[in-house]
């Protein structure tokens, strides 16, 4: 039987209200495996539990019932949580430090040589970026860059799971880029990574599976591909039609959108195809393309938020 690198089992956690007010829901009965290898994408609203989940994950709190193992050991175990490599929601680091220096801390942590450290250190720096900004002080750093050295140190030790929060919130289009090739070459290693977004578009590239929470209970887990495939009977169709003959539509076809001699219109239903190619022909058009409409995560996460 394959282990699991995740087991999340009736996992609930109750924050204490303040004094005279009822106690707030966390987070409610979350069941959930990963599967080793597995890139899995924890989405939802602020404020829907994601972080709560990490860091009872991480025993940086503690659950109110429910447990977590990790590769078949409670996550109470230290030698099941020294495989866990962790980039939280918004680290923080000791600014007087170089990142090198922060880099060679980590590595003492987790008891490695001298000579690993240095080697680990020089290697991680180059993979996130930081190359050429390894012995400059942490308090120089950019939001992003700070991110970059978070994701760094939580290589230090080459674990075999990569917990990361919100990973790529505070990165412009080139760092999301990095951090989602880096992902997936640690996916290429056999590594698992779990990590929780806002930013659906990441989460749509890189993951295999989804989670989406909302209001501390988990709405749905499935395989992204799977789910997106759903719903793909629409189709759109772009085709060339001189501006004095566009008229001819009329109302017969709801027009997405109209650039020039440009024409694009959405079937719900691709039923509908052939008699609009054939009405496309009768105004002497030009067809350019006929494509497929998949549903995206985020048409998938708005659903579940009932929007």
Do not use: C
Request: charged fraction near 30%; proline fraction near 3%.
């Amino acid at each position: 039987m394959k282990q699991h690198a995740l087991e999340i089992s009736n996992l609930r956690k109750m924050y204490k209200g303040e004094l005279g007010e009822k106690d707030v829901l966390g987070l409610d009965d979350l069941t959930l495996t990963i599967p080793r290898g597995e890139v899995f994408a924890f989405i939802g609203p602020n404020g829907a539990g994601k972080t709560t989940t990490i860091k009872l994950l991480m025993r940086l709190m503690f659950p109110t019932s429910g447990s977590v193992m990790i590769l078949g050991e409670s996550n109470a175990s230290r030698r099941a949580m020294r495989k866990i490599g962790f980039l939280p929601e918004q680290p923080r680091m000791y600014e007087y430090l170089t990142g090198r220096e922060f880099l060679d801390f980590t590595g003492r942590l987790f008891s490695l040589g001298k000579e690993e450290r240095l080697k680990r250190s020089d290697l991680l720096l180059k993979r996130v970026g930081l190359g050429e900004r390894g012995n400059a002080l942490i308090r120089s750093y950019s939001r992003g860059m700070m991110q970059r050295l978070g994701l760094a140190q939580a290589l230090m030790n080459e674990p075999e799971i990569v917990i990361l929060d919100e990973p790529m919130a505070s990165l412009d289009p080139v760092g999301r880029k990095d951090f989602r090739d880096t992902i997936l070459q640690l996916k290429a290693q056999g590594k698992t990574i779990f990590f929780s977004s806002h930013i659906l578009s990441d989460a749509e590239m890189i993951a295999d599976r989804v989670g989406i929470l909302k209001e501390g209970r988990l709405q749905r887990v499935a395989d992204l591909e799977a789910l997106t495939d759903l719903g793909t009977s629409a189709v759109e169709v772009t085709f060339r039609l001189d501006q004095e003959k566009q008229g001819r539509i009329g109302d017969s076809w709801q027009k997405v959108a109209v650039q020039g001699g440009q024409v694009m219109i959405r079937l719900p239903d691709r039923k509908q195809l052939s008699r609009l190619l054939s009405d496309v022909q009768s105004w002497e058009g030009e067809i350019i393309s006929v494509v497929p409409v998949r549903q995206s995560l985020e048409d998938i996460f708005m659903a579940e938020l009932g929007r």
